[in-house]
């Protein structure tokens, strides 16, 4: 599916307290938000009216708020969210949703970003969401290495890195791949334009140390989440993992590893980085996905 930038103009969005078309939602050209890009916003997916992994999305919309001195709105966001898909007449499918706070509104406090509310609160809807399936006839992700180190001091906060991601994602376009991966200064992995990275051998799966500087996702987080959580009964026909982070640099991943990147939409298998190349296990991305895919609805705040 082609994604658009924003909700179609036909859509029916939230901003700032009505439900108008999103041709009508705008800003002054002055605002801060539409001028410097001052805010923050999440991009969410409603599976079948299962808002996914509702509670690690708004957590990390919280902890960008703080660090960009702003106050979270005060508003019952999944009642809007459910208003939202109701209104547009999305209540099957999965689609992915933008909740985006921006602007700022006066303040007697000091210097620009002094601490305030936001000016502007949107929710709408942007595309279909893919969900992650098992293709026997993919070739797998195919992986370039940013010739450059590309660490920036807010990369751990999501919307303030998110230009950079969108460079790094036209990289591997312009070199006819699917990814861009990034490396820190001293060599180590550390994350793709918009995924999380992460390897298994045995019965163990790598990933790297979130002190690391990237931006450590809700789907790491949940994938991890799922084999240290799950009761005995749920792993009785899985293999068992148990979870290593570390520093690790692209020679770390062994000849045998099965790779993979993951983030809240994808988790796909990669075969190349480089000159580097992986065969696939279509019986682990099987088992992965559908864990995954289980787990982020289980974890999911429904709407109706």
């Not at 991890?224 to 640099?249: H, P």
Request: glycine share 6%; hydrophobic share 40%.
């Amino acid at each position: 599916e082609k994604e658009t930038s924003m909700a179609a103009p036909d859509k029916i969005v939230y901003w700032d307290g009505r439900f108008v078309p999103a041709s009508e939602a705008a800003c002054p050209v002055t605002d801060r938000g539409f001028a410097f890009g001052d805010g923050i916003f999440s991009a969410i997916s409603v599976n079948n009216g299962v808002v996914e992994l509702w509670s690690h999305h708004f957590e990390k919309f919280k902890e960008d708020a703080a660090y960009m001195k702003l106050s979270v709105p005060d508003v019952d966001y999944l009642d809007i969210l459910r208003i939202v898909i109701v209104l547009n007449n999305l209540q099957k499918g999965a689609w992915k949703i933008i909740i985006l706070a921006s602007g700022r509104k006066p303040t007697s406090g000091r210097g620009p970003m002094a601490f305030s509310e936001p000016a502007h609160l949107l929710v709408a809807v942007v595309s279909p969401a893919v969900q992650p399936k098992v293709c026997d006839d993919y070739p797998g992700c195919r992986v370039i290495v940013y010739p450059e180190p590309c660490m920036i001091p807010f990369t751990k906060h999501k919307t303030q890195a998110h230009l950079m991601r969108h460079i790094l994602l036209q990289h591997a376009i312009d070199n006819e791949v699917d990814d861009t991966l990034v490396l820190s200064e001293t060599g180590h992995i550390l994350e793709t334009a918009f995924s999380n990275i992460f390897w298994v051998t045995a019965d163990t799966i790598f990933y790297p140390d979130p002190v690391l500087p990237f931006y450590h996702g809700s789907g790491i987080e949940s994938l991890l989440e799922i084999y240290s959580d799950v009761k005995d009964e749920e792993l009785t026909s899985k293999r068992r993992f148990k979870a290593q982070k570390g520093k690790y640099t692209l020679d770390d991943i062994p000849e045998n590893a099965n790779v993979f990147r993951i983030s809240s939409y994808v988790l796909d298998p990669i075969t190349r980085i480089g000159d580097k190349t992986w065969s696939r296990d279509l019986q682990l991305e099987a088992e992965f996905k559908d864990f995954y895919l289980g787990w982020k609805l289980n974890k999911g705040a429904p709407l109706f």
